[in-house]
């Protein structure tokens, strides 16, 4: 899927890819300062890891996302992050995450069962909690455990998946 990821240094926009991840090789690695250990995860049964890349630069990743279902009807966003040198107020392309919350909340509508569709449930670090209710929407269940509903997903994809 393609995105727009704007560019804080250049202040403007730049086309984007979002796509699954096939191979390992694909995936940056811990020690080139990323938060969660992506191989690894990579290996975990039943959940899928979409990358974002810009077209210009597909080999360098802008953000990761791993997804599944549980319950076999429930969509799970597992983990979420962004590149290093997107992170905080100086970071380079300002809107990749939510680029990628609003394509799980996308996938969300496929993957969902029954009371799930379009809903995407997932947990967060306690002091992200407020932060995730204001940027993006997402509705407290019972903490640390978030989630998106229709409305919500339909409002991030209309502002992040142009």
Same mark, same amino acid.
């Given at each position: 899927?393609?995105?727009? !990821?704007?560019?804080?240094?250049?202040?403007?926009?730049?086309?984007?890819?979002?796509?699954?991840?096939?191979?390992?090789?694909?995936?940056?690695?811990?020690?080139?300062?990323?938060?969660?250990?992506?191989?690894? !995860?990579?290996?975990?049964?039943?959940?899928?890891?979409?990358?974002?890349?810009?077209?210009?630069?597909?080999?360098?990743?802008?953000?990761?996302?791993?997804?599944?279902?549980?319950?076999?009807?429930?969509?799970?966003?597992?983990?979420?992050?962004?590149?290093?040198?997107?992170?905080?107020?100086?970071?380079?392309?300002?809107?990749?995450?939510?680029?990628?919350?609003?394509?799980?909340?996308?996938?969300?509508?496929?993957?969902?069962?029954?009371?799930?569709?379009?809903?995407?449930?997932?947990?967060?670090?306690?002091? !992200?909690?407020?932060?995730?209710?204001?940027?993006?929407?997402?509705?407290?269940?019972?903490?640390?455990?978030?989630?998106?509903?229709?409305?919500?997903?339909?409002?991030?994809?209309?502002?992040?998946?142009?």
């Amino acid at each position: 899927m393609k995105v727009q !990821l704007f560019d804080s240094k250049e202040q403007g926009f730049k086309t984007a890819t979002i796509t699954k991840a096939t191979k390992i090789g694909e995936i940056p690695m811990k020690k080139d300062g990323w938060q969660f250990n992506w191989q690894s !995860l990579y290996k975990t049964e039943g959940a899928e890891i979409y990358i974002l890349c810009l077209e210009e630069t597909p080999k360098q990743v802008e953000g990761m996302v791993m997804l599944s279902v549980m319950y076999e009807e429930m969509p799970y966003l597992h983990n979420i992050e962004v590149a290093p040198h997107n992170l905080g107020r100086e970071g380079r392309y300002d809107n990749a995450a939510g680029c990628l919350l609003a394509y799980c909340c996308s996938k969300s509508f496929d993957l969902g069962k029954n009371a799930y569709e379009g809903y995407l449930v997932f947990d967060s670090k306690t002091e !992200l909690i407020p932060y995730y209710n204001t940027k993006y929407g997402a509705q407290v269940s019972i903490p640390p455990t978030m989630y998106f509903d229709r409305d919500t997903a339909l409002i991030l994809m209309k502002k992040y998946l142009r």
